[in-house]
């Protein structure tokens, strides 16, 4: 990685002076219209999302909703961060990994999962350009070239089908112009950081447009490892990626062809071994961000590259749309980790030294398609009607160095049928109602197996023979929902709504001479009530809400323990309640503030529930315990009842801030934001060790805007003090835990012609 970072620096910087000079410019420097004379009224201008399959202003669609979009958006990634840059950055929403940059792990409300394996079923969905991502790899495609993102809280079942019981987050990228627009961007910062991303669009011929996007962050290694000596032993990454989008239109018809491809070369998450007290959450002598003592795991290195394309058609004719959106995503890939965090970092031996861990994605392949009829006149009625098919196949093989590999093959198929309309009652109330079927075939089945003979030596299962697996369901989801315009700019609504995540399988058990095990299909029902207003003459905009839910049968991920094992279990209810606010305020021409606050409260139901503790004693549980015998021994079994979800923020805070100051030609602004996340459990029992409270992030760029020559040049920082925060913990060996990202600064330019 660390011998092709200057080649890297001058194809960048080659790259930029070739597209400054064939003139191509951002297009999110172009200065809207309408946004031009929002700001000189300071007044704040509309945002347009598409949470109901049609574009709507974000003020009237009765579902709680924040959009992240512009020079907001290109902020929290200056620093050539992944998708998890977006976690505590909305209220509400959460996101952490394990895995690196490869596989994140959304919450929303305080409902996600907790599941590390690369099989792993999340009730978080995300949409790319209208495809669903469901497999987690999937779920990693670097954002570049975004014309907007969108956070929808609570279950969207009814039109977004693929498990959404907390809701989903929604990409859409920049699409193809008949005008020429196009945009290079370059940043370099400390840590070897060099990233360059660009864009150009335009006509091909009167009908044919295109869009060419790339994307290219790059990292050196920076941690060294204090075992074996080496310096910059890990921490780096390379990632590349591409979209190409060709879009045709002529008189009704309108198809849009998306191509696109990644490469990831990079490091999975670096786990340190007692970076933690017993007793205590806080990190303690033994952390060093920047040294490790690993005497495995290769660096914690990853590989993946996955690829896809997408064709969307839509022909209108007599008041009416038909879409079809047909997609097909394959990955592979493979990533290795030093589980119990090093050899000599703490005091006292791990209990499995070396812990060492690979697991590969072996053939994935994902089809779906779409098909969507809805209406498209100015009636009081809309309405919108379609059908929906799934197909995933692809296999996970884990190898340990003590129980070798195993290879577990999974098939998922689903299909749906729903329907969704909104009626106004009159010209300030209107009612919403949908309702969609489900019905979802899983089948799993192990493959291949080759015990290490080590493994046999200390008394480890033969291999041993699994029946397949198939389990299947179909379920009805729907919703109920109506706003009322209190006034033209204030309204209220109510949305009831029931969301169904189908049955899963973990197979990851197997690897380690234990039994897959299985969840049924959870099903949540919500509550929830808000309102939405534009204020002091269209310069205050405050949007909040009030929610219940309850999910009856909530899949869960018993994760660790001392067998560190990844075991799905069905609690009997789960519930949470709290409420969101997001507000912004232009409060001068010159001065935008803005921000949010969430508050979510969760809790298990299941007094029979029980799931494994810390391995050795190692930690302090607070939850009842009991101690159970198993077959290598009697074990601690803490009581989940009335426990907190895992990885569940209690509290989210955001503040962000611009401030410009006009000059010759443009603008010097500084923009700034902040991110805290109040207390946060990490597994499903509680101790005194593995939980989070008072984390913190904040982010400052400073800049100056040139609009006559429209260029941009800034300087940015994120985590700008520092902070370490622990991010999520490994309890079956010793007291391990990884950590959020380094400080990153830079210097980034942004160049633009029309």
């Not at 019905?439 to 008394?459: H, M, R």
């Not at 077959?631 to 923020?649: E, R, V």
């Not at 060790?689 to 609009?707: P, Q, S």
Request: glycine fraction near 10%.
């Amino acid at each position: 990685m660390k011998t092709c970072k200057k080649s890297v620096l001058a194809l960048g910087i080659q790259a930029s002076l070739f597209a400054a000079a064939m003139g191509l410019s951002p297009a999110l420097l172009a200065q809207e219209s309408d946004k031009d004379q929002a700001q000189e009224e300071a007044k704040l201008e509309r945002i347009m999302v598409t949470a109901q399959r049609r574009v709507q202003s974000t003020q009237e669609v009765p579902i709680s909703i924040a959009t992240l979009s512009g020079e907001k958006f290109d902020a929290l990634f200056s620093g050539g961060e992944d998708i998890q840059a977006l976690a505590n950055k909305i209220p509400g929403l959460y996101a952490e990994s394990s895995n690196g940059r490869a596989a994140p792990r959304f919450y929303i409300r305080g409902l996600g999962n907790t599941d590390f394996d690369l099989a792993a079923s999340q009730p978080v969905s995300v949409i790319m350009d209208d495809v669903v991502m469901e497999n987690v790899i999937l779920k990693s495609f670097p954002l570049f070239d975004i014309a907007q993102a969108e956070v929808i809280r609570g279950p969207q079942g009814t039109l977004f089908g693929r498990n959404t019981t907390a809701g989903m987050v929604k990409f859409t990228t920049a699409r193809p112009t008949q005008d020429f627009e196009a945009y290079t961007k370059l940043g370099v910062g400390n840590l070897g950081t060099l990233n360059f991303e660009g864009a150009a669009s335009g006509g091909l011929t009167d009908e044919i447009s295109a869009r060419l996007s790339v994307m290219s962050q790059n990292r050196d290694d920076y941690i060294d490892n204090g075992f074996t000596g080496e310096k910059d032993f890990t921490g780096g990454h390379e990632e590349k990626a591409a979209r190409l989008q060709l879009q045709y239109e002529s008189g009704d018809f309108k198809a849009l062809l998306n191509v696109h491809g990644r490469d990831l070369d990079g490091t999975s998450s670096i786990f340190r071994r007692n970076v933690l007290t017993k007793g205590s959450n806080e990190l303690n002598e033994n952390y060093d961000r920047d040294t490790v003592y690993y005497d495995g795991g290769e660096g914690n290195y990853q590989k993946y590259e996955n690829n896809g394309g997408s064709l969307t058609l839509e022909y209108a004719f007599n008041g009416m749309t038909l879409t079809s959106v047909t997609a097909q995503e394959n990955a592979d890939g493979h990533g290795i980790g030093d589980i119990d965090g090093g050899n000599t970092s703490g005091p006292g031996p791990s209990t499995v030294d070396p812990a060492v861990t690979e697991d590969q994605l072996n053939d994935l392949e994902q089809f779906t398609q779409e098909i969507r009829l809805a209406s498209d006149t100015d009636g009081p009625m809309n309405w919108q009607v379609g059908a929906f098919y799934f197909d995933s196949s692809f296999g996970v093989t884990s190898i340990d160095g003590f129980f070798g590999a195993t290879s577990v093959y999974h098939e998922n198929n689903s299909w749906a049928v729903f329907g969704q309309t909104t009626y106004d009652l009159n010209d300030r109330w209107d009612v919403t109602a949908g309702i969609r079927y489900t019905y979802d075939e899983k089948d799993f089945w192990v493959g291949q197996q080759n015990v290490d003979g080590f493994a046999l030596v200390i008394g480890a299962a033969a291999i041993q023979d699994y029946d397949p697996i198939n389990v299947d369901d179909g379920q009805v989801s729907w919703e109920l929902a109506t706003n009322y315009r209190l006034t033209d700019t204030t309204s209220v609504y109510a949305r009831i709504a029931e969301g169904f995540r189908a049955q899963s399988i973990q197979g990851r058990n197997v690897a380690f001479e234990e039994d897959p095990t299985t969840a049924d299909s959870e099903t949540i029902t919500s509550f929830e009530v808000g309102g939405k207003s534009d204020l002091l003459d269209n310069s205050l905009r405050l949007n909040g809400a009030v929610f219940y839910y309850q999910i009856d049968d909530m899949q869960l991920s018993a994760i660790g323990g001392v067998n560190n094992g990844n075991t799905l279990v069905n609690a009997d209810k789960g519930t949470g309640y709290g409420f969101e606010v997001d507000a912004e305020w232009r409060a001068t021409k010159n001065l935008v503030l803005g921000g949010g606050f969430s508050y979510n409260h969760t809790e298990l139901s299941d007094a029979s529930l029980l799931v494994g503790t810390c391995g050795s004693g190692m930690c302090t549980v607070t939850s009842p315990t009991v101690s159970l015998p198993t077959p290598s021994g009697d074990k601690l079994f803490a009581y989940a009842d009335g426990n907190p979800f895992p990885q569940a923020p209690e509290t989210i805070a955001t503040i962000n801030a611009r401030y410009d100051i006009p000059v010759p030609s443009g603008e010097i602004y500084v923009y700034t934001d902040v991110a805290y996340q109040g207390k946060t459990n990490l597994f499903l029992y509680e101790s005194a060790e593995f939980y989070t409270d008072g984390n913190y992030e904040a982010g400052l760029r400073i800049g100056y805007l040139n609009f006559d020559n429209e260029y941009e040049l800034a300087l940015f920082g994120r985590n700008i003090t520092d902070q370490d925060n622990l991010k999520g913990a490994i309890d079956f060996a010793n007291l391990t835990g990884f950590v959020n990202e380094p400080r990153i600064y830079g210097i980034e330019f942004k160049k633009s012609f029309y």
